[in-house]
């Protein structure tokens, strides 16, 4: 994969254009990332943003060492002002990982292979094209973007939770207190990033494939957090367009998606 | 009529409960706001629209940021004199107006007018 | 009329300010709910609906339930009913302002409540019962109060309120089915994903509500003198046997379908509900007393010493009530969440916060319909040549 230099101008001068995410674009671009990054479509033009998780070199990394790896949540975590309840009852996940059972529950098998038995996946919201928390949401306060993006407004959100009982994978989470009473010792430095809002309690809240940022052209948080590191297991494309990094992903390697059977069309896929 | 006097006083107690805001409202006029603009607001000269307009709808703007930017991905302003800015209560306008309790504060307060956006959006730490 | 809610004995006002405390102290409960946030609640991220949203269901149902008192009359000129319908009418008005306080209680930003009519959208099923609940309400505050009138004056009731009344039997149904379609219509959850969620709701909102019917009646014979007629409780009974048959039919359905079919989606709950799942059994007792409640009702109801009236048939009515309560007032909502989505088990108890808000909200309701019940019974005591002061009540 790679970049070309025409691509490379072209996605640093949007960027440059606003004057914000000139620095960020050749931070993304700078050599030896060029991997992870967009080919042939800038950033801000999508049509059906996805992404796809190789698990191949995401465990590889996580088993490299004794505490495993956690890049990928926690920078999103902070980017979004994301708090840690420090109880499984009121968490907020925007992006966590899960033993590969509980990920596909829909694939038991009691002899599975070694490889990924009882090992942690990544999950975070599908961005599905029929989502049926959209569906669901009697204020569209959660909309499907024209880029594909399953995004909330949390201006209009008035906290019934039926997207939580309609959404058939967990992704998303409720604020049922107030983020910024979150224990402190678990929250040293909370908020996180000054530049990002935080929430109100009484809202749900979900992973928004970091529209911020893919609106100055930047690639997710998460995808820069594993690229930082030189694992380059996130990534992040347009899958309307039949040459960009994700759909050649997807020619190349068996993929699969969280329960297919139920008709959401996940835009999440997993190289196992 | 039945009850005359039980409807008397009724009456007067209903009167005194709607003028109860004028009882406790009396004789603490409060002193007319006052909002100060930051060295950063001054240097700039400009804002996002003529000063007339923010005064009385930045609230219109600001919620109209809010809709384009969320709802349908909107995120750079053009001002009238062509300038681009980016949509955010939070990184646009308060990187200018950093002292919300002399800027914000003080007309919220005098209009008891208690904006939900704080709620989430942080307020920069202001020095004393 | 009004002004009769204001006249009553020692038990009356006793009862009213019973409930008065109820509703002051479900308030303060509320506020502190407003203040904390929901962790208040029993709820979590895993079970994210639990007892207001399974109240507002219940009630929903006792709403709709008006129907079967309605029906016969209109439809088929069953003359015994006409002295109910409006007890049912107005408990059907109190039944859905119970209901929409129950969402109210529910959501994480009540002040935006207004949301939900400033941005329509139909494609979501609650957009429906933001419609439903309150139309039923008022067309059944205004039928009935149009119908107390007429009766007051010895008239026969207008002819709108009459086309009222017609318009008001199909949006029961429909009101009671947009409610199955919240539940019916995820994804994802295998326990609500029935088609028979619907038709079961009405079965057993048809059940219920005679049932509480016949419970009033005898309160209001024990504290007034204002009398159900005998033909009228006996029909009820009948149109409860056959509810509860069906309900029993389509409950049998339904576990054929999980079980035979053995998906484990459609399975796991009630593998969860009837047996428990590892150390995990909260509701393995309610969920087996609501079977047997139902099979029991049955039986004691086809019982011919138990039909005639008394306190057998009263009892009777209370098994139902409370089979069916825990059916959709306990266990259909929070039951389709467990196992969540993951296949992990987080139970749900409902916290003292929660029931105590709750108490409020049926505190509140009852208040409305006493005060509204205690306008009918004035009227028919004065009509059947009583003083209202020699009441009791």
């Not at chain 3, 109210?104 to 939900?116: A, E, K, T």
């Not at chain 3, 039951?335 to 709750?358: C, D, H, K, Q």
Request: include cysteine; proline fraction near 6%.
């Amino acid at each position: 994969m790679g970049v070309d230099r025409r691509e490379f101008l072209k996605i640093a001068g949007y960027a440059t254009l606003f004057g914000l995410g000139g620095k960020a674009a050749i931070d993304i671009l700078a050599p030896g990332e060029l991997e992870a990054s967009m080919e042939a479509i800038p950033l801000t033009k999508g049509k059906r943003w996805s992404m796809v998780i190789d698990m191949r070199k995401c465990l590889k990394q996580q088993e490299s060492s004794k505490e495993g790896c956690r890049e990928c949540i926690t920078a999103c975590h902070r980017e979004h002002n994301v708090p840690d309840w420090g109880n499984p009852k009121h968490a907020i996940k925007w992006i966590w990982q899960d033993k590969y059972e509980h990920v596909f529950p829909e694939h038991p098998n009691e002899f599975i292979d070694e490889g990924v038995r009882h090992k942690p996946f990544i999950l975070m919201c599908n961005h599905c094209l029929n989502p049926p928390c959209v569906r669901v949401c009697p204020t569209k306060a959660t909309f499907k973007r024209e880029d594909g993006i399953v995004s909330m407004d949390m201006h209009r959100c008035i906290g019934c939770r039926f997207c939580m009982a309609a959404c058939p994978y967990g992704s998303r989470s409720f604020n049922w207190g107030n983020p910024r009473k979150a224990p402190k010792e678990l929250n040293p430095d909370y908020p996180t990033n000054r530049a990002y809002p935080e929430r109100s309690k009484g809202v749900v809240e979900k992973c928004n494939f970091c529209v911020e940022l893919v609106a100055k052209g930047q690639l997710p948080a998460c995808v820069q957090a594993c690229d930082k590191i030189k694992v380059h297991a996130l990534t992040f494309g347009d899958l309307d367009n039949p040459e960009s990094n994700v759909r050649k992903l997807l020619r190349e390697h068996f993929t699969i998606r969280r329960k297919p059977a139920l008709g959401t069309e996940p835009n999440l896929f997993y190289i196992i | 009529m039945y009850d005359g006097g039980k409807i008397v006083i009724g009456l007067i107690i209903g009167i005194g409960l709607f003028l109860s805001p004028f009882f406790y409202n009396a004789g603490t006029a409060a002193k007319a706001p006052d909002p100060q603009l930051t060295e950063k607001a001054k240097e700039a000269e400009v804002c996002v629209a003529n000063k007339e307009y923010m005064r009385e709808s930045h609230f219109s703007l600001l919620d109209e940021w809010r809709h384009t930017a969320v709802r349908d991905g909107e995120r750079y302003y053009t001002a009238a004199d062509g300038k681009k800015y980016y949509k955010s209560l939070q990184v646009t306008c308060l990187d200018c107006h950093s002292n919300k309790t002399n800027f914000c504060d003080q007309c919220h307060n005098y209009l008891d007018v208690d904006p939900y956006c704080w709620d989430c959006h942080i307020v920069p730490e202001e020095k004393k | 009329m009004i002004e009769k809610a204001f006249h009553g004995g020692k038990i009356y006002w006793a009862w009213i300010s019973a409930l008065c405390v109820a509703v002051v102290i479900g308030l303060l409960a509320y506020l502190y709910q407003l203040r904390e946030g929901m962790w208040v609640t029993g709820m979590s991220r895993d079970v994210s609906w639990g007892f207001y949203i399974s109240q507002f269901t219940f009630l929903v149902g006792v709403a709709a339930s008006v129907l079967m008192v309605v029906l016969p009359l209109y439809l088929h000129d069953f003359r015994a009913f006409a002295r109910i319908t409006v007890l049912s009418q107005f408990l059907a008005v109190g039944a859905l302002l119970m209901s929409l306080l129950f969402i109210f209680s529910d959501v994480g930003m009540p002040m935006r409540i207004l949301n939900v009519p400033l941005n329509p959208t139909p494609r979501s099923m609650l957009f429906y019962d933001t419609i439903f609940l309150p139309g039923f309400m008022l067309l059944n505050l205004i039928i009935g109060w149009a119908m107390l009138g007429a009766e007051k004056r010895g008239e026969p009731p207008r002819q709108w309120v009459k086309a009222l009344i017609y318009l008001s039997m199909p949006w029961a149904i429909i009101m009671h089915t947009v409610t199955a379609f919240i539940y019916a219509g995820t994804p994802g959850r295998g326990f609500w994903m029935t088609a028979i969620m619907a038709p079961r709701f009405l079965t057993t909102a048809f059940a219920a509500g005679p049932a509480l019917l016949i419970i009033i009646s005898a309160i209001i014979r024990a504290l007034t003198r204002f009398r159900v007629e005998e033909r009228a409780v006996q029909k009820l009974v009948t149109i409860m046997i056959y509810a509860l048959i069906i309900d029993l039919l389509f409950l049998g359905v339904e576990y054929f379908t999980a079980f035979y079919a053995n998906i484990p989606q459609y399975t796991e709950t009630f593998q969860y509900l009837f047996s428990g799942i590892g150390d995990n059994r909260a509701l393995v007792p309610w969920y087996w007393c609501m079977n047997m409640a139902i099979a029991v009702s049955i039986a004691m109801l086809c019982t011919p010493r138990v039909r005639a009236r008394g306190p057998l048939l009263v009892t009777a009515c209370v098994i139902t009530l409370a089979g069916l309560w825990i059916d959709k007032g306990y266990v259909l909502v929070p039951a389709a969440f467990i196992p969540n989505v993951f296949g992990r088990i987080m139970e749900y108890p409902p916290s003292w916060v929660e029931l105590t808000i709750s108490l409020g909200v049926y505190a509140l309701g009852s208040l409305m319909i006493t005060a509204l019940y205690r306008v009918v019974i004035s009227i028919r005591e004065e009509e059947a040549g009583l003083a209202v002061k020699s009441t009791s009540l």
